[in-house]
């Protein structure tokens, strides 16, 4: 039944994954580039290999992949994994943005008044030039007479074109060539004739001879693309023969202007609005993702900063006040974070000159083979009392038992299920929770069973679920990790379902327990709202 659920859980999420960058791709990918380009297939490219790259990432150290693969992979991944969510969430944010501006588009213009059509019997003077040119029958002549000139145009002509040279007052004329759309100028007050080629019918412009006709836009608009601007300004025979000519009649003799192809006025306009838009709203949410994901990384890589707490508890002696214990959690050492990060947590916990260091599990991500010098810093740690270790949930993932026998070779005393008294109060640890699955899990009977509760009692523990039965053993204080304070936000409101507290001090009947966020990192080395942190809990005495 478990791997059932495993199995749906995994596939579920998966298929989000698809969703999520299908959605991704469009608004990124399709929406800003243009078909066939070279950023097109670039982000095309890499909508398929990043999540690879992230599947990767997260299987490989389980399926025993060698360590250099391991960290080839683990950089790109994970660190994908981290932009992908920050990605998401200020592209979701940026939706409405992009509707409510691509909404605000310019108003076009109104449509002019179709005029009536002539009756049948109407005379061909009556009607409209175009629809004369459309009608078979001999070229028209125009009348010669002063100041009035005809101008012919060729067959498929852009309708709202700047009418041919001489066709202005004093009658200029022109006549043109059905057969090859050429144009020629006629003399100051001659008559201009069509020169139709074989079953060619010419053309007239309605009001020739009184000025210049006005011009139909040509150009692409400003932000707007090839595709998008083609039809609108395509002029050839094809685009007039495509169009009844009743309407182009209307379009040319009333506005001047061709209506764009596909989609009715401005359509070209949108096109370009939309892409333009696009490139905006993405451009603005893929900075806001990469400045977030890498002030993130600054921040684990940097090392983490320390975090002092005072602690009061009740049955403390007052020689014990301010006894200073530095708690160490979740450092994941493993294919991203090494030995320098190692190096600068021994730094930060030596010069805070603890009395005490408890690791509380989560140490490394790996068997001790692969991260065995990674983790040969941990020799220099030093505190009066010594140093303490217990298990997490992912020493169990990658060999509880050779780590156990590795950091106690690395000066480090495990306890599994154990007690050391100390001068002033008990030190216990229990091993953490997913060693039960090993046989080897948490056992309180076994480290605070017996002891003298009138003694205060301080237990390592890595993971907080285990507060309820610190609380049944007479605990005063348990000290854990495990939640990294939800490492990247809004995590942290995940980690509250599965946590009774997901970082900091809380009390629970008499017994205190305090959550580190953390060392390091596991997954993306990247902290957004969870900053990391070493924390010397400073132990006080009623009695003080």
């Known amino acids: 039944m478990t791997v059932v659920?495993?199995?749906?859980?995994?596939?579920?999420?998966?298929?989000?994954?698809?969703?999520?960058?299908?959605?991704?791709?469009?608004?990124?990918?399709?929406?800003?580039?243009?078909?066939?380009?070279?950023?097109?297939?670039?982000?095309?490219?890499?909508?398929?290999?990043l999540p690879a790259l992230a599947v990767a990432a997260l299987t490989a150290g389980r399926a025993g992949a060698p360590f250099w693969l391991q960290r080839a992979v683990s950089w790109p991944g994970f660190m994908w994994l981290a932009v992908l969510l920050y990605l998401t969430l200020a592209m979701l944010v940026a939706e409405p943005a992009r509707a409510l501006l691509l909404r605000r588009s310019p108003r076009q213009p109104p449509e002019p008044a179709l005029p009536a059509a002539p009756a049948p019997d109407a005379p061909a003077?009556?009607?409209?030039?175009?629809?004369?040119?459309?009608?078979?029958?001999?070229?028209?002549?125009?009348p010669a007479g002063l100041g009035s000139a005809a101008t012919s145009v060729p067959a498929g002509a852009e309708l709202g074109g700047a009418a041919p040279?001489?066709?202005?007052?004093?009658?200029?004329?022109?006549?043109?060539?059905?057969?090859?759309?050429?144009?020629?100028?006629?003399?100051?007050?001659?008559?201009?004739?069509?020169?139709?080629?074989?079953?060619?019918?010419?053309?007239?412009?309605?009001?020739?001879?009184?000025?210049?006709?006005?011009?139909?836009?040509?150009?692409?608009?400003?932000?707007?693309?090839?595709?998008?601007?083609?039809?609108?300004?395509?002029?050839?025979?094809?685009?007039?023969?495509?169009?009844?000519?009743?309407?182009?009649?209307?379009a040319a003799g009333?506005?001047?202007?061709?209506?764009?192809?596909?989609?009715?006025?401005?359509?070209?306009?949108?096109?370009?609005?939309?892409?333009?838009?696009?490139?905006?709203?993405?451009?603005a949410a893929v900075a806001a993702a990469a400045g977030t994901v890498g002030y993130g990384t600054y921040g684990v890589l940097r090392g983490p900063r320390v975090?002092?707490?005072?602690?009061?508890?009740?049955?403390?002696?007052?020689?014990?006040?301010?006894?200073?214990?530095?708690?160490?959690?979740?450092?994941?050492?493993?294919?991203?974070l090494g030995r320098a990060h190692t190096a600068r947590i021994v730094d930060t916990v030596n010069r805070t000159?603890?009395?005490?260091?408890?690791?509380?599990?989560?140490?490394?991500?790996?068997?001790?083979?692969?991260?065995?010098?990674?983790?040969?810093p941990l020799r220099g740690l030093r505190a009066r009392h010594g140093s303490y270790f217990v298990t997490g949930n992912h020493e169990y993932f990658s060999g509880a038992q050779q780590w156990i026998d590795h950091v106690r070779e690395l000066g480090l005393t495990p306890l599994e299920n154990a007690r050391r008294p100390l001068p002033?109060?008990?030190?216990?640890?229990?091993?953490?929770?997913?060693?039960?699955?090993?046989?080897?899990?948490?056992?309180?009977?076994?480290?605070?069973?017996?002891?003298?509760?009138?003694?205060?009692a301080v237990l390592l523990a890595h993971q907080p679920i285990v507060i309820h039965d610190a609380?049944?053993?007479?605990?005063?204080?348990?000290?854990?990790?495990?939640?990294?304070?939800?490492?990247?936000?809004?995590?942290?409101?995940?980690?509250?379902?599965?946590?009774?507290?997901?970082?900091g001090l809380e009390r629970y009947g008499d017994t205190q327990l305090y959550v580190s966020r953390g060392a390091g990192a596991w997954g993306p080395p990247v902290r957004v709202g969870a900053p990391s942190d070493i924390t010397v809990v400073e132990l006080a005495s009623y009695q003080a």
């Not at 144009?183 to 020739?208: F, I, K, M, N, Y």
């Not at 599990?361 to 010098?373: E, R």
């Open 125 to 142: 003077e009556a009607a409209p030039a175009a629809i004369r040119s459309a009608a078979p029958g001999p070229a028209p002549q125009s």
């Open 254 to 283: 009333a506005t001047g202007v061709t209506p764009a192809a596909g989609g009715g006025p401005g359509a070209g306009d949108g096109m370009s609005r939309r892409r333009f838009v696009a490139r905006v709203v993405g451009g």
């Open 424 to 456: 002033l109060f008990d030190l216990a640890g229990v091993n953490d929770v997913q060693g039960e699955s090993e046989g080897h899990g948490p056992d309180f009977e076994a480290a605070l069973g017996d002891r003298d509760r009138s003694r205060a």
């Open 471 to 503: 609380v049944r053993h007479g605990v005063d204080l348990q000290l854990s990790g495990h939640t990294h304070g939800g490492q990247l936000w809004p995590g942290n409101y995940l980690a509250e379902l599965a946590n009774p507290t997901v970082a």
């Open 353 to 376: 000159q603890p009395d005490l260091i408890a690791i509380v599990g989560d140490l490394v991500d790996g068997n001790v083979h692969d991260l065995g010098p990674a983790a040969e």
């Open 5 to 49: 659920i495993f199995a749906v859980v995994a596939l579920a999420v998966l298929g989000l994954l698809v969703l999520v960058h299908r959605w991704l791709w469009i608004r990124l990918v399709r929406d800003t580039t243009r078909p066939g380009g070279a950023w097109r297939r670039a982000g095309t490219v890499l909508a398929f290999a």
């Open 165 to 250: 040279p001489g066709a202005g007052l004093g009658g200029a004329a022109s006549a043109a060539s059905a057969g090859s759309g050429a144009t020629a100028p006629a003399g100051l007050g001659a008559r201009s004739d069509a020169v139709a080629g074989a079953g060619a019918e010419p053309q007239v412009r309605e009001g020739a001879g009184r000025g210049t006709a006005p011009q139909a836009p040509t150009d692409t608009p400003v932000g707007g693309d090839a595709e998008a601007g083609e039809p609108a300004r395509r002029g050839t025979a094809e685009a007039a023969a495509a169009a009844p000519a009743h309407d182009s009649a209307v």
């Open 307 to 336: 975090k002092r707490v005072t602690v009061p508890l009740a049955k403390l002696p007052r020689a014990a006040h301010g006894f200073r214990i530095a708690v160490v959690s979740d450092v994941h050492l493993g294919p991203i």
